[in-house]
């Protein structure tokens, strides 16, 4: 307990802080541009062109059947290095950032379509009627009720990217975990960075878990 | 080409080999009120769908006012803008109020500005008697105040006809004559009309026609008076003693 207390000092702590805000602003821009590839793969895969549903069977293939620590191994180790005879730099944290992008749009794509898939058929035809186009009732009727339905997973899917954020630890990107590491490996144990690391995260899931409930629980009530 | 305002010229529709519609023909004139009735599973759901392209029939054509429907033409959209089509199960679109549900495709179809397409949106609301619903989600109406919303939805795009598919058997009793009144006043401005529907009682008095289908076949199709005094087939005959008390 006194090692605990000893470790806390306003310089370990804002060294700790600093990494989990950086852990939470990899979740975000993870989380939204997942989003938006989410919001393109499943209109892929839902449409009726099977070149385009290849497209998207392929992407969420390819991205929900390898791990995601092989992604970013290979868009921040592989790809420079193959790419090295063109003389362009990459930072690696931007690639293991696209690499975990690419790999919640194909998790969101699958969570988007099942949302889509969802929105009662009559919906679609009500749209037909009124000479709506596809992607005016995309946009202004289903997309709306799909999102309405799949508000909790994706905060579930926020709360997972927050924590897998720390998978670029290994090619060293600055979060949570690698604060942690860096004041273990400055002090006398490793022990305590870590279950303060291990705290933070805990906290940062009882909040959004509490999120999670309340907007389950204002969607159940509008239904 | 004919001036009917819809002209069904022998159409069939089969989904996986079973017929719903079976070489159905019918013309409908402008101001006619035609009901449609039938067993369940004759086919009426079908035969106004193919009507309102919500379908496609294999064979055989539709034409709305003089023009053929085809999916496949450029002009499938602006055809269909003619019709306004009312559901079972309304179809409204819960994450919108009354109002916006009633905006929507006048603005994002017409390109009406907000404005405009919001006056005529409260003029229709004040037709089904529904003004002071206007901010509401569907979610807080009741059945019948929703099919008069999904009337009044479809009214915003002043369509030259009006189809249902029986707006009324979702209903609580209470609630279907509100809608059948409003759907009477429409038969009274001259409004073209389909009505596929179970309520004998509207049939009688407001339709001009009526086409009695079984097994996707039309079996006869005659002036109202006609089909419920001295129906001339059997399975007509039989289909109303079953209906009627
Ligand atoms: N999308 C579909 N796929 C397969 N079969 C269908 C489909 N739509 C209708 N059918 C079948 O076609 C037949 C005619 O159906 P339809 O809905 O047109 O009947 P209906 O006269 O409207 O009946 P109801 O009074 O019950 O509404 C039925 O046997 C039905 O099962
Ligand atoms: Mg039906």
């Known amino acids: 307990m006194n090692a605990f207390i000893e470790f806390l000092t306003l310089d370990n702590l804002t060294y700790m802080l600093f990494g989990l805000v950086w852990s939470v602003i990899y979740g975000v821009i993870v989380v939204l541009v997942g989003t938006i590839l989410g919001i393109i793969g499943a209109a892929l895969k839902i449409s009726k062109h099977k070149v385009l549903q290849s497209i998207g069977g392929l992407y969420t293939t390819v991205f929900i059947g390898t791990p995601m620590m092989l992604q970013i191994l290979f868009f921040a180790v592989a790809l420079p290095q193959a790419l090295s005879f063109t003389g362009m730099r990459f930072e690696p944290t931007t690639l293991g950032v696209v690499a975990m992008c690419l790999n919640a749009g194909a998790y969101q794509t699958e969570l988007i379509r099942s949302g889509i898939l969802g929105v009662d ?102 239904d | 080409m004919t001036n009917s305002m819809i002209k069904v010229d022998h159409i069939t529709k089969t989904f996986n080999g079973f017929t719903a519609v079976n070489d159905a023909s019918l013309e409908i004139e402008k101001g006619e009120i035609v009901c449609l009735i039938g067993p369940s599973g004759s086919g009426k759901s079908t035969l106004i769908r193919c009507i309102n392209g919500l379908e496609h029939p294999e064979t055989g054509k539709v034409y709305i006012d003089g023009e053929e429907l085809d ?69 807080k109406l009741s059945g ?14 002043e369509p030259e006809m009006m189809l249902f598919d029986e707006p009324t058997s979702a209903l609580d009793p209470e609630m279907v004559l509100d809608v059948l009144n409003v759907m009477k006043e429409l038969a009274n401005e001259g409004m073209t009309m389909i009505v596929v529907t179970h309520e004998m009682g509207f049939a009688k008095t407001v339709a001009n026609r009526v086409v009695f289908l079984e097994d996707g076949k039309i079996v006869e199709d005659t002036d109202a008076k006609t089909f419920y005094e001295n129906p001339e087939s059997d399975r007509a005959k039989d289909f109303l003693s079953k209906v009627m008390y």
């Open chain 1, 121 to 222: 058929k009559g919906q679609w035809e009500a749209t037909e009627t009124l000479g709506l186009s596809y992607f005016q009732a995309m946009r202004y009727v289903i997309l709306p009720q799909a999102f309405k339905r799949i508000i909790p997973p994706l905060i579930s899917e926020f709360m997972t990217l927050i924590k897998d954020s720390s998978l670029l630890y290994n090619i060293g990107a600055i979060e949570l975990t690698a604060s942690a590491s860096v004041l273990g490996s400055r002090s006398a144990g490793i022990m305590i960075p870590y279950l303060d690391a291990g705290i933070m995260y805990i906290v940062i899931y009882l909040i959004l878990s509490r999120v999670e409930k309340m907007a389950e629980r204002r969607l159940a009530v509008s």
């Open chain 2, 71 to 139: 999916p496949k033409s450029g002009n499938f959209a602006q055809i269909r803008r003619k019709m306004g089509f009312v559901f079972q199960h309304f179809n409204l679109f819960p994450n919108m109020t009354v109002l916006e549900n009633l905006t929507l495709a006048p603005v994002k179809v017409l390109g009406k500005s907000q404005q405009e397409a919001e006056d005529v949106a409260m003029k229709y609301l004040q037709v089904v008697g529904l003004v002071e619903k206007k901010d509401e989600y569907p979610n």
């Open chain 2, 144 to 157: 019948g105040q929703k099919q008069r919303v999904a009337i009044a939805r479809a009214l915003c795009l």
